[in-house]
């Protein structure tokens, strides 16, 4: 391919560790202008790594970066971005109570005298926010946005410090379909205009979609780097994992009659009207929708996490409502969309998170650490939970990892009903199919799992109904051969339309 | 999958620094005093300073909950003071009836614990509740307390009736088998503290929320009420501080329990406890306490250093703590 001399960034053997744990192995990248390269791999694999080394964040325990065929040592990621390395992350680097314009001009403000000039800076913040096709006022705060428009807040950030190369860790984790076409369409324009472009996704249509190379990483080990063109999603996979997968999806389980959970005119104001609905025992229901459709707010309404009007009953009986320890008592927990800021402590140890939600059962006057333990191991072992050391703060997991502990950490209680909000938002290949087959096995139990995803095969491939939501009710439901992404979007668009466009 | 063994190695590591701090900052003083002087290790010198201590002590154990759960009290002192008076007035109200003797002195403890109850309570029904911020809470609190005992005291001091206090002395003065009855409180106080923290949901759901009340909210952690019973605890913990303090000059003034809300904290924070609230020890604020007393009480016996400078040393002592702590975060 001949990178190594129109390379702009190239990476050669790194090797990267920490304290005793070797994460990368020799491995080698290239980033060319004009193109853009997916780095794929499973969790753990060493993409972050990876990518913080190139964008500066992190020095290489061993090997060479070369910056236009240069070598190169960043001892900052100030410096990386001097030199047009700019990596945009999947936790936003925003802060929150600046407004849009002040964050894109954040430590490199234009000045008039002695003062900002405000006026150069919302004009070219509103330029670089239009050539992205995001009609946010420079003027807005980043708290009052969406997620899917601070990403672009980020990347017009990145553009407005002229990047020659773009690090992007997952931008479209977040993001709808939609937002995704709009991004992906960015990215051809910034290739266009001759950056070079890092991009990292577990959603491989999108890798087919925008990528002119592909490298896939496994366990810190450099694979293969190959050209897109003919790489199909299933070889991407195949290779990422190291083995072929079969079904991504187990069989769906047959619900029984029995209703379990039994919702009627539930309404969480300002997010969720009138909504009505009920679960069998073993069935696997799934709740579709575009992302602000109130699917979150609704589950968070029937659980107490929110106030809300409206019967909710756990079999058969009525759940005492704003009580989140009444639900979990009736049997009925929910498993947050947002396990950094919601599920786990993660600045505790595992022990700790696990055993956070049903904690009473481990003593309601002395905690009984050797049960905390023994739970632990347990825990490790039926959710396959990758530790290096069952001492390490939560926050050390990986995505993956740290959602297995989550899971771990709801089922504890012994829920007969589980609502998981986007089971698998962020996690690779291998562990999303793990998850999924948990979540029938689950149900196959005669538990009753309810699926709340933004990823339409997901719910499509696990639950044997779907509830589909737009504008804060519910707009339909589908059931057997009826449930297809055509049948799913018509429902969740037809009065979500207006609202797309506003 | 059980790598039991192969675990515990390099945290315990971190660990090691973080903890041992506080202990050797306390053992070196001790080790300075005894060089400098013959009385310090004496049976006098060491009932004086755990004495003293015992008032900041037991009010520190309540503070290490309510910093661990993510707040702070700056009232305490305040509190003390207002909780003293109301103690005092009420004692002298009821010797007519009750006459002096143990029931007045129960009567008097059962005043002031619920006095401490109730002031806990309204601070932590204001931040829990009402959701004000608990820093606006307390110093609004610390002015009100203060003023209303002033007030009470008519600008002067609040006394306990001549015979009911020196029935009540020996609450101060005597104790068991040499061991002072503050010591010994304060000693009980601490040993509950350090076990309702480490081994029951109570201290476990504080430092949960401390940790990040989201996530707690959605372990269904009761979060209102973890958080109130931190200040009604701290507020408890204050009345019987003041039970302890009133016999030893049986009075209270405006200037009863000045800074110590700050002592207090000052102790908390020495001996380890995260000031954003996440993770509380109390054996280190019980450390803490014994750092701050010891540096006064040396101050005072040597004459090398004027006692005048102790708040400067507290101050440097705190600040070091701090840092301490950061770089053996930043270790990890």
Known sequence: MGAAVTAILSAQQIIRRFGPIQVLHGVDFDLVPGQVHALIGENGAGKSTMMKILGGYLAPSEGQLFLDGQPVQFSDQKQAEAQGLLMIHQEFNLALQLTVEENIFLGRERMRGPFLDHKAMQDEARALLVRLNCHVDPRSRIRDLSVPNRQMVEIARALGRNARVLIMDEPTAVLTNRETDILLEQIDRLRESGTAILYTSHKLDEIRRIADRVTVLRDGRHILTRDAAGFTEDAMATAMVGRELSDLFPAKPVPQDEVVLKVENLSVPGRVRDASFTLRRGEVLGFAGLVGAGRTELMEGIVGLRPASGKVAVLGKPLKPGSVLAAREAGLVYLTEDRKDKGLLLGKNLTENLTLLALDRFGTVRIDKSAEDAALTTAIHDFDIRVNDRAMAAGSLSGGNQQKLLLAKTMLAEPEIVIIDEPTRGIDIGTKQQIYDFIAALAARGKSVIVVSSELPEVIGLAARVIVMGRGHIAGELSGTAISEDAILRLAMGVGAERETA | ?332
């Open chain 2, 1 to 332: 999958m059980s790598d039991t063994t192969a675990s515990a190695a390099p945290p315990r590591r971190r660990l090691n620094l973080h903890v041992l701090g506080p202990v050797l900052a306390l053992v070196a003083l001790i080790v300075l005093g005894a060089s400098l002087n013959a009385n310090f290790l004496g049976y006098g010198n060491v009932t004086n300073v755990l004495a003293r201590s015992a008032f900041i002590g037991i009010i520190a154990v309540g503070m290490t909950f309510v910093i661990t759960a993510g707040g702070i009290d700056l009232s305490v002192g305040s509190m003390a003071a207002f909780v003293a008076g109301v103690m005092i007035m009420a004692m002298n109200a009821m010797i007519p009836t009750l006459g002096v003797g143990v029931p007045l002195i129960l009567a008097g403890m059962c005043v002031a614990l619920l006095a401490g109850l109730a002031a806990g309570l309204l601070n932590g029904f204001l931040i829990s509740k009402v959701g004000i911020e608990a820093f606006i809470v307390t110093l609004g609190s610390m002015g009100i307390y203060r003023s209303l005992v002033t007030w009470l005291a008519d600008g002067g001091t609040l006394s306990l009736d001549f015979a009911a206090r020196g029935f009540y002395r020996p609450v101060y003065y005597d104790g068991l088998l040499g061991v002072s009855w503050p010591i010994i409180v304060f000693a009980i106080v601490a040993v509950l503290g350090e076990l309702t923290m480490r081994h029951t949901p109570f201290g476990r759901h504080c430092a949960a929320l401390g940790a990040n009340e989201q996530v707690a909210k959605y372990s269904a952690v009761k979060v209102d009420r973890v958080r109130m019973g931190t200040y009604v605890l701290l507020g408890m913990l204050v009345g019987l501080a003041t039970i302890m303090y009133v016999p030893r000059l049986g009075s209270a003034s405006g200037s009863t329990g000045t800074l110590w809300e700050l002592e207090a904290i000052a102790a908390v924070i020495i001996g380890g406890t995260v000031l954003k609230g996440g993770f509380g020890r109390v054996w280190g604020t019980v450390v803490g306490v014994l750092i701050l007393s010891l540096i006064d009480n040396i101050l005072n016996l040597a004459s090398i250093v004027s006692p005048y400078l102790n708040g400067a040393i507290q101050g440097v002592i705190v600040i070091l703590a701090v840092v301490l702590q950061r770089e053996g975060k930043s270790a990890d």
